[in-house]
């Protein structure tokens, strides 16, 4: 039996426990495979389907989640990320609210082309400009109240504007694979910078 969930753009009022961006630990689970995603496709905000193997991979991750105790998502509407949540909605009985903040970046005329082809530059002509993601990617994050614990719903991209608005550097130790959940823990104790867990 599917759940039924609907996508709202504004952010619920809660009278319990809140979220804080930057001071609150949360859940970040990238959206299951795709097509694209396996084959190096740049997809940005192209809508694209999850591959059987995605969804799979998706209901793995559910299992895990569903010991969490978790009781809000928040999913970019873009299809890939809102089937993903809607997966784990089912799973953990938890709500979804959708946040436009939180969709890939726009990648403007490399959508649908080898990420490969993709220019060096930060800011090639007809691509959303980083600043202007992080920006975005930040104001929905600041949008995101509870209740604790949340998951968070997303794309590769968001996740590395995510680590840059935290302090952590954008290499090989902040990339995030396809289904992958991570706990985000912020500085805590002896502990100054960020740490991310996988679970």
Same mark, same amino acid.
Do not use: N
């Given at each position: 039996?599917?759940?039924?969930?609907? *996508? !709202?753009?504004?952010?619920?009022?809660?009278?319990?426990? #809140?979220?804080?961006?930057?001071? #609150?630990?949360? @859940?970040?689970?990238?959206?299951?495979?795709? @097509? +694209?995603?396996?084959?190096?496709?740049?997809?940005?905000?192209? %809508?694209?389907?999850?591959?059987?193997?995605?969804?799979?991979?998706?209901?793995?991750?559910?299992?895990?989640?569903? /010991?969490?105790?978790?009781? /809000?998502?928040?999913? !970019?509407?873009?299809?890939?990320?809102?089937?993903?949540?809607?997966?784990?909605?089912? @799973?953990?009985?938890?709500?979804? @609210?959708?946040?436009?903040?939180?969709?890939?970046?726009?990648?403007?005329? &490399?959508?649908?082309?080898?990420?490969?082809?993709?220019?060096?530059?930060?800011?090639?002509?007809?691509? +959303?400009?980083?600043? %202007?993601?992080?920006?975005? $990617?930040? #104001?929905?994050?600041?949008?995101?109240?509870?209740?604790?614990?949340?998951?968070?719903?997303?794309? /590769?991209?968001? &996740?590395?504007?995510? *680590?840059?608005?935290?302090?952590?550097?954008?290499?090989?130790?902040?990339? $995030?694979?396809?289904?992958?959940?991570?706990?985000?823990?912020?500085?805590?104790?002896?502990?100054?910078?960020?740490?991310?867990?996988?679970?």
């Amino acid at each position: 039996m599917e759940m039924q969930i609907s *996508c !709202s753009t504004e952010a619920p009022a809660f009278d319990e426990s #809140t979220f804080e961006f930057g001071t #609150t630990p949360f @859940y970040f689970l990238r959206h299951g495979e795709t @097509y +694209e995603s396996r084959e190096g496709i740049v997809q940005g905000q192209t %809508d694209t389907e999850l591959t059987l193997a995605g969804r799979r991979l998706v209901e793995s991750a559910a299992e895990a989640l569903s /010991s969490l105790s978790l009781r /809000s998502i928040y999913a !970019s509407p873009l299809k890939r990320a809102w089937r993903t949540a809607a997966i784990i909605a089912v @799973y953990t009985k938890v709500p979804v @609210y959708g946040l436009p903040g939180l969709m890939e970046r726009d990648w403007g005329d &490399f959508e649908g082309r080898p990420a490969a082809h993709r220019p060096s530059i930060s800011d090639p002509a007809t691509v +959303e400009p980083q600043e %202007d993601f992080t920006q975005r $990617v930040l #104001t929905a994050m600041e949008a995101i109240k509870g209740p604790l614990p949340i998951l968070v719903v997303a794309h /590769s991209g968001v &996740f590395r504007a995510i *680590c840059e608005l935290v302090g952590l550097r954008a290499d090989g130790r902040t990339t $995030v694979g396809t289904g992958q959940v991570l706990r985000m823990e912020p500085p805590a104790g002896r502990r100054e910078a960020w740490s991310i867990i996988e679970i």
